[in-house]
């Protein structure tokens, strides 16, 4: 008789010992990042190099992703919002969200979205500290 960690023939592993079981959400152990993850890894380098050098004086500040932005049903502007701001009040912190789709439809490879990217977070940035986004960055180029 075999065992249970054989197959029939006595070879190989069998059954769910193979591969262990996935939580919805677990990245795949193979293959290549979707767009989602790219751009979070994007977004996640330059604001953790953001932060660190300005979070003394920036306080607390949430920094998040979302596929689109809500705009309103009587929303009248033709663009589409790329970030959002929101300062935090009392023990909130001061929220900065970055539209994935648009911002994503706007640029043509990796090298564009990068340099969206950082400039939507330094002018963000910028507009929280009270100075030109010029200092807080020095790769930004203002258009």
Do not use: H
Not at 34 to 46: M, T, W
Not at 54 to 73: F, K, M, N, Q
């Amino acid at each position: 008789m075999s065992s249970p960690r054989r197959d029939r023939r006595g070879r190989g592993a069998r059954g769910p010992a193979i591969a262990p079981p996935r939580a919805p959400g677990d990245l795949a152990v193979r293959g290549r990042p979707n767009a989602k993850q790219r751009f979070d890894a994007v977004v996640l380098g330059i604001v953790t190099e953001i932060d660190r050098r300005w979070s003394s004086r920036l306080g607390l500040v949430e920094y998040a992703v979302e596929d689109t932005p809500i705009v309103p049903d009587d929303w009248d502007d033709d663009a589409v919002p790329l970030s959002s701001l929101v300062r935090g009040i009392g023990g909130q912190p001061t929220r900065l969200v970055l539209f994935r789709r648009p911002i994503e439809n706007r640029c043509e490879g990796r090298e564009e979205l990068q340099a969206l990217v950082l400039t939507l977070v330094v002018e963000q940035v910028a507009d929280l500290l009270g100075i030109d986004a010029e200092q807080v960055d020095p790769r930004y180029r203002g258009e």
